[in-house]
């Protein structure tokens, strides 16, 4: 029999991520030491150079056991009651990505001068090529390219996070 491993999803990892980032800003509080002001304090200073959605989302999963506590008689006061996110406007999609120029000016460079032995240009070019996150180049294996076909199976991908391969979905 294989052995078994066990991989958290990206739901348990952004409540995992939220814990530590409570701890990190919180850690040495008592509960009903978080009052208003100190949250906003916390939700401002998180802000900074991330998106307002990102900070939504702390702020979704951060609040809620303050909220509960609140509903519960735990805490004479909700914290997190009209508090105000902040942040940067979402990047516009075609921010995000290369143009077509771009792209044939980064493979110009990735092929100056390139080498057996550098393997990172040629998972790079691999990635310009396919659109595959970077990851995803990182998990391949000779078994995944079908040389044949000029076809890969893109099955899997690398977890910086938990330093290990999930299967892509």
């Known amino acids: 029999s294989g052995a078994m491993t066990t991989t958290l999803d990206d739901n348990d990892r952004s409540y995992k991520h939220a814990m530590a980032l409570a701890d990190r800003y919180f850690g040495e509080l008592k509960l009903k030491e978080i009052d208003h002001e100190t949250y906003q304090n916390f939700l401002n200073d998180y802000s900074k150079g991330r998106a307002r959605a990102t900070v939504k989302k702390a702020n979704d999963k951060i609040g809620a056991p303050l909220r509960h506590a609140f509903n519960h008689g735990h805490?004479?006061?909700?914290?997190?009651?009209?508090?105000?996110?902040?942040?940067?406007?979402?990047?516009?999609?075609?921010?995000?990505?290369?143009?077509?120029?771009?792209?044939?000016?980064?493979?110009k460079e990735l092929l100056n001068g390139i080498r057996v032995d550098y393997t990172t240009r040629y998972?790079?070019?691999?990635?310009?090529?396919?659109?595959?996150?970077?990851?995803?180049?990182?998990?391949?294996?000779?078994?995944?390219?079908?040389?044949?076909?000029?076809?890969?199976d893109i099955n899997k991908s690398w977890d910086y996070k938990e330093t290990l391969w999930p299967p892509t979905v």
Do not use: S, W
């Open 75 to 107: 805490i004479p006061n909700n914290p997190t009651y009209k508090v105000k996110i902040d942040g940067d406007n979402a990047q516009k999609e075609a921010e995000k990505y290369l143009n077509k120029h771009e792209a044939e000016a980064v493979l």
């Open 123 to 152: 998972m790079l070019i691999l990635q310009l090529a396919t659109g595959a996150r970077i990851g995803e180049i990182m998990g391949l294996q000779f078994k995944d390219i079908n040389f044949l076909n000029n076809r890969i």
